[in-house]
């Protein structure tokens, strides 16, 4: 028994998944697939802006004028929310070490809920781009 041979997913696919990236469930949208778009990238920006009410820190690659390393699995996952990562980074809001904010109650569960948004976000992509691809309807 022969494995079938993948087709080379279209140009068209690759378009939509970098859409539906950075702006969380437009690649659905712009496939009319409404309940995926409402669903999917609902729950990102829901979990994005919870995480950012709840005081939850974003993570980049510099801390206190140096390259730490240990910030990039959290920096990837924080960059999987798209736009939105980017708008707060250009505003610089919450990614500066505040010890005010370091001390509420809810800063680790806000920092989770960020990491979650980003990492749901990446799931929403490839389910838009495999729609697109025609690997699922």
């Given at each position: 028994?022969?494995?079938?041979?993948?087709?080379?997913?279209?140009g068209f696919a690759w378009l939509i998944g970098a859409v539906a990236w950075f702006i969380p469930?437009?690649?659905?949208?712009?496939?009319?697939?409404?309940?995926?778009?409402?669903?999917?990238?609902?729950?990102v920006w829901i979990c994005f802006f919870v995480g950012l009410g709840m005081g939850g820190h974003l993570f980049d690659?510099?801390?206190?004028?140096?390259?730490?390393l240990l910030r990039v699995p959290p920096m990837i996952a924080d960059i999987g929310t798209g736009a939105p990562y980017f708008v707060a980074w250009l505003l610089d809001y919450?990614?500066?070490?505040?010890?005010v904010q370091a001390a509420r109650t809810t800063y680790e569960y806000g920092t989770a809920f960020l990491w979650i948004a980003?990492?749901?976000?990446y799931l929403?992509?490839?389910?838009?781009?495999?729609?697109?691809?025609?690997?699922?309807?």
């Amino acid at each position: 028994m022969e494995a079938e041979e993948a087709e080379p997913a279209p140009g068209f696919a690759w378009l939509i998944g970098a859409v539906a990236w950075f702006i969380p469930g437009v690649g659905h949208l712009l496939q009319q697939k409404w309940w995926r778009a409402a669903l999917m990238g609902g729950a990102v920006w829901i979990c994005f802006f919870v995480g950012l009410g709840m005081g939850g820190h974003l993570f980049d690659l510099w801390y206190e004028g140096s390259l730490s390393l240990l910030r990039v699995p959290p920096m990837i996952a924080d960059i999987g929310t798209g736009a939105p990562y980017f708008v707060a980074w250009l505003l610089d809001y919450n990614f500066k070490e505040d010890p005010v904010q370091a001390a509420r109650t809810t800063y680790e569960y806000g920092t989770a809920f960020l990491w979650i948004a980003g990492l749901l976000n990446y799931l929403t992509m490839l389910d838009a781009f495999d729609i697109a691809a025609g690997r699922k309807p």
